[in-house]
């Protein structure tokens, strides 16, 4: 059940995928590397950190489920057709597992550096409450009829939610600040090109089973590279276009004045 027709196709799907997972890894790394020289925090939003841990952590419930569960498996050929591939590789899985590890201490150096005035918001507490215990709930509804595949459906559309209002509070703070300070540019690009690799990736799985069940079947992961791509670019805009770094004329104070600057508009 679900072999490959075509081996350049397999091998494309390979390298995507690998692609997107060395892409959306390293993407973490920027911002927890400028976090650390800066010794601050002010200029990357809390509630963006927060949202994010959510969903990589539901994500990754998702991904680990229906790649190692026979049973999860099972159900999931029941209903879309025993032919079907199932639409999570490993390095879905691998992602996942570091996306939650590296948001993790990008949360613990929110508790330990230069912060400002800037807190997580109720709203954004409330929201991820709401989450983990509508999942406890449905756990619950689960169980006694075996609904696995319906339960881990449901994680996978926390973490679409998630994908779709997590970048919605930092790119409001860049309009409020009129700045991308303090918010790495280099996670935005490796992001980006993650996306599109994912989305490529579904594309040759698709090409190759004559079939589009890849992408609904795990609508998931479509949602995520193409709301990621649409954030990624619009980040972009306001990072080159709208608001652009002054650049440092024979030293740092050019830089080190509108750093403060955009602290201070926090």
Not at 3 to 12: A, D, F, V
Request: overall charge positive; glycine content about 6%.
């Amino acid at each position: 059940m679900g072999e490959w027709n075509s081996i350049p196709l397999e091998i494309t799907y390979q390298v995507l995928g690998w692609t997107a997972f060395v892409s959306w890894s390293i993407s973490f790394y920027p911002q927890v590397i400028l976090n650390f020289h800066r010794r601050s925090v002010v200029g990357l939003n809390f509630d963006f950190v927060l949202l994010n841990l959510t969903k990589h952590s539901s994500y990754l419930i998702y991904n680990a489920t229906l790649f190692f569960s026979a049973v999860v498996q099972k159900q999931y050929r029941q209903k879309y057709g025993v032919s079907q591939m199932i639409p999570v590789a490993a390095n879905d899985v691998a992602f996942s597992a570091h996306a939650v590890l590296l948001t993790a201490i990008t949360l613990y150096q929110i508790l330990i550096y230069e912060r400002g005035a800037q807190k997580f918001s109720k709203i954004a507490i409330g929201i991820v409450f709401a989450v983990w215990f509508s999942a406890a709930v449905c756990v619950f509804v689960a169980l006694p009829r075996h609904s696995w595949l319906w339960l881990i459906s449901v994680f996978n559309t926390i973490q679409v939610i998630m994908t779709t209002i997590k970048y919605i509070p930092q790119a409001f703070m860049n309009f409020q600040r009129k700045s991308t300070v303090g918010f790495s540019i280099g996670n935005i690009l490796l992001d980006l090109l993650g996306g599109l690799a994912s989305y490529g990736q579904m594309a040759a799985q698709s090409i190759d089973q004559h079939s589009w069940v890849n992408f609904y079947g795990n609508i998931g992961k479509t949602l995520l590279s193409l709301v990621s791509i649409f954030f990624d670019l619009l980040f972009i805009f306001q990072h080159y276009i709208l608001y652009p770094a002054k650049k440092a004329v024979g030293n740092k104070a050019t830089f080190v004045s509108s750093e403060q600057n955009a602290e201070q508009a926090v």
